[in-house]
């Protein structure tokens, strides 16, 4: 009897081990799932901000992009007793260690805000690529709200890595130590009335072809043998690269791209991409919020739906007056958004301006969109 007992004990314990972890779904499933959906009255939600820090990065000489001084942090938000946050923007101060005055935004090259650890989340999030990325700040853009009633939802402690370079492109003699202060504007959902729409956020680019036989992107070539082909390292230092299965770098016909260019010495370049695959959408939905990242003598950068033909949205830029640096570009921000669909194809068209013909003017033109989650 005994003997019976033991194997029944070590068949249930094989068995229990055999079982696989339950699927992930996505975001609205989970939240069904765990909290009551149903609309309360007398609520006073509070906008809470936490605020952090970068290590000093110091600027000596000219600093072009994705060259200067940087400082990667990973850190936590952490409300205790509450469950879940909303994130609904974020805003960048620079601020002189030595002085501890506020300093320019042209030393901004970028300040990136990620998931920290996106595996741990109890839903699956829709981005690929960009490291899971939640907001980049870039020159011209300093801050970042979302529309009223979306947010993105984010366990708590909300674990957060927060990547900041610097930059300088004007003064070849500047020595200046800087500390980056990041802000985060979140939401309790404790205190919420009604859950906000829940967005994720996508990364689209331009791309621009440095090898390879004629014709686009995908455009197939039987005179060349399919392989997988490299990822662009230079762009993914920012945050901005593909797992295995797609490579937005290297089509399977020999044609290779990069994210991150040299301007032609023309007086104008204009680039256009099919943005399709990166977009990745599994169903449709809307766009409600798009921040651009561009470089200096960018003119703008256009979103088109190649299938009805229509401009989307154009982001213009505004150069510095004085010296070289992005001073304003356009963002886009609505309750109702932008509807895009699973069978319809997309375009980013970007305009570099060169006049004076030269020769070392970098370029990057990315569209960070947030969508609403959810089919």
Same mark, same amino acid.
């Given at each position: 009897?005994?003997?019976?007992?033991?194997?029944?004990?070590?068949?249930?314990?094989?068995?229990?081990?055999?079982?696989?972890?339950?699927?992930?779904?996505?975001?609205?499933?989970?939240?069904?799932?765990?909290?009551?959906?149903?609309?309360?009255?007398?609520?006073?939600?509070?906008?809470?901000?936490?605020?952090?820090?970068?290590?000093?990065?110091?600027?000596?000489?000219?600093?072009?992009?994705?060259?200067?001084?940087?400082?990667?942090?990973?850190?936590?938000?952490?409300?205790?007793?509450?469950?879940?946050?909303?994130?609904?923007?974020?805003?960048?101060?620079?601020?002189?260690?030595?002085?501890?005055?506020?300093?320019?935004?042209?030393?901004?090259?970028?300040?990136?805000?990620?998931?920290?650890?996106?595996?741990?989340?109890?839903?699956?999030?829709?981005?690929?690529?960009?490291? $899971?990325?939640?907001?980049? =700040? @870039?020159?011209?853009? !300093? %801050?970042?709200?979302?529309? &009223?009633?979306? /947010?993105?939802?984010?366990?708590?402690?909300?674990?957060?890595?927060?990547?900041?370079?610097?930059?300088?492109?004007?003064?070849?003699?500047?020595?200046?130590?800087? $500390?980056?202060?990041?802000? =985060? @504007?979140?939401?309790? !959902? %404790?205190?919420?009335?009604? &859950?906000?729409? /829940?967005?994720?956020?996508?990364?689209?680019?331009?791309?621009?072809?440095?090898?390879?036989?004629?014709?686009?992107?995908?455009?197939?070539?039987?005179?060349?043998?399919?392989?997988?082909?490299?990822?662009?390292?230079?762009?993914?230092?920012?945050?901005?690269?593909?797992?295995?299965?797609?490579?937005?770098?290297?089509?399977?016909?020999?044609?290779?791209?990069?994210?991150?260019?040299?301007?032609?010495?023309?007086?104008?370049?204009?680039?256009?991409?099919?943005?399709?695959?990166?977009?990745?959408?599994?169903?449709?939905?809307?766009?409600?919020?798009?921040?651009?990242?561009?470089?200096?003598?960018?003119?703008?950068?256009?979103?088109?739906?190649?299938?009805?033909?229509?401009?989307?949205?154009?982001?213009?830029?505004?150069?510095?007056?004085?010296?070289?640096?992005?001073?304003?570009?356009?963002?886009?921000?609505?309750?109702?958004?932008?509807?895009?669909?699973?069978?319809?194809?997309?375009?980013?068209?970007?305009?570099?301006?060169?006049?004076?013909?030269?020769?070392?003017?970098?370029?990057?033109?990315?569209?960070?969109?947030?969508?609403?989650?959810?089919?």
């Amino acid at each position: 009897m005994r003997i019976q007992i033991s194997i029944f004990f070590l068949l249930l314990v094989f068995f229990n081990s055999c079982k696989t972890s339950p699927t992930k779904s996505n975001f609205e499933n989970w939240y069904s799932l765990n909290f009551k959906t149903d609309k309360k009255t007398g609520c006073s939600p509070i906008i809470y901000k936490e605020y952090f820090h970068s290590k000093t990065m110091e600027i000596n000489g000219l600093a072009k992009s994705m060259s200067g001084d940087m400082s990667n942090q990973e850190v936590e938000i952490t409300d205790w007793g509450e469950d879940l946050i909303w994130i609904n923007g974020c805003e960048l101060t620079i601020i002189n260690q030595e002085s501890g005055k506020e300093e320019l935004k042209e030393y901004l090259c970028h300040s990136i805000i990620n998931y920290a650890a996106p595996e741990k989340l109890p839903w699956i999030l829709p981005t690929i690529g960009t490291d $899971k990325r939640m907001f980049t =700040l @870039s020159q011209g853009v !300093n %801050s970042l709200s979302l529309p &009223k009633g979306f /947010a993105i939802p984010m366990i708590v402690p909300a674990s957060i890595s927060i990547g900041n370079q610097v930059l300088n492109l004007n003064d070849s003699n500047l020595h200046k130590k800087l $500390k980056y202060e990041v802000s =985060l @504007s979140y939401l309790k !959902n %404790s205190e919420l009335c009604e &859950k906000p729409k /829940a967005l994720y956020q996508q990364a689209i680019f331009v791309t621009k072809k440095i090898e390879g036989p004629e014709g686009g992107f995908y455009q197939k070539d039987s005179s060349y043998a399919s392989h997988k082909g490299d990822r662009d390292t230079a762009f993914a230092k920012c945050g901005i690269s593909y797992d295995e299965g797609y490579n937005p770098y290297m089509d399977p016909y020999g044609r290779k791209y990069t994210g991150h260019w040299t301007v032609a010495r023309d007086s104008v370049e204009v680039i256009k991409s099919n943005v399709t695959p990166l977009l990745n959408l599994k169903y449709n939905t809307s766009i409600h919020y798009i921040v651009v990242h561009l470089h200096p003598y960018a003119h703008s950068l256009e979103l088109i739906d190649k299938t009805s033909g229509k401009s989307l949205f154009k982001a213009k830029v505004s150069n510095q007056k004085n010296g070289i640096g992005i001073s304003n570009v356009d963002s886009y921000s609505s309750q109702i958004g932008i509807p895009v669909f699973v069978d319809h194809e997309y375009q980013l068209i970007s305009t570099y301006l060169n006049p004076e013909k030269q020769k070392d003017i970098t370029a990057m033109a990315t569209m960070f969109l947030y969508l609403r989650e959810g089919e």
